[in-house]
């Protein structure tokens, strides 16, 4: 198993509503992804009394349904992550996911929508959204390493991306979609365990 079979690595760059989508979605096309997708994303986020070391993660949409923890880190570069994959053939089982949460000692759980448009490469996928939730809109591209052999091949990976679509002199936000949609709409004990 690689030292990178449990990490994400990605860059996330906030942008504002005017960013141009068809533009940025018209050069990822020029540099010829093995595909690209356009899908609606229903993320639900766990948080465990007590533990500020994780979030955890309901995903479901067309393509994927997976339970994830991911490790709370001061800069969401390089961070655990570990996903279990969900039988899509099943349907959502968000109410499962849910029941499973609250026997581990759920304390507060939140959901984000997204509308992706995402082209992959095979040693990154690159991704435009729109994320909203508790009242919160943020609009994201993200770049993430697809089985880098190391961190330091992840994040050269991150680099040639960011050079050829124009990213690499913008400020990279740190925190977590979780952080910049959800956290500020829980309850105060759930935003003090992470403060």
Not at 162 to 178: I, T
Request: aromatic share 10%.
């Amino acid at each position: 198993m690689s030292s990178t079979a449990f990490k994400e690595i990605e860059h996330k760059f906030v942008v504002d509503a005017t960013f141009d989508r068809e533009e940025f979605l018209s050069h990822l096309r020029a540099m010829s992804p093995v595909r690209m997708a356009n899908i609606k994303v229903r993320d639900t986020y766990y948080v465990l009394a007590g533990d500020k070391k994780h979030v955890f993660r309901h995903r479901f949409d067309d393509e994927i349904q997976q339970l994830t923890v991911k490790s709370v880190e001061n800069d969401t570069a390089v961070r655990t992550e570990i996903n279990l994959p969900i039988d899509q053939s099943k349907g959502d089982q968000g109410p499962g996911v849910l029941a499973f949460m609250k026997a581990l000692g759920c304390a507060w759980h939140g959901e984000i929508r997204k509308e992706i448009s995402v082209a992959y490469f095979p040693d990154c996928e690159v991704v435009f959204y729109r994320a909203v939730g508790s009242g919160k809109t943020v609009h994201c591209v993200e770049f993430e390493a697809v089985a880098p052999s190391s961190v330091q091949d992840g994040l050269a990976t991150l680099s040639k991306y960011e050079v050829a679509l124009g990213f690499a002199s913008r400020q990279r936000e740190s925190k977590s979609l979780f952080e910049l949609v959800l956290l500020d709409g829980a309850p105060n004990d759930v935003r003090r365990v992470f403060e």
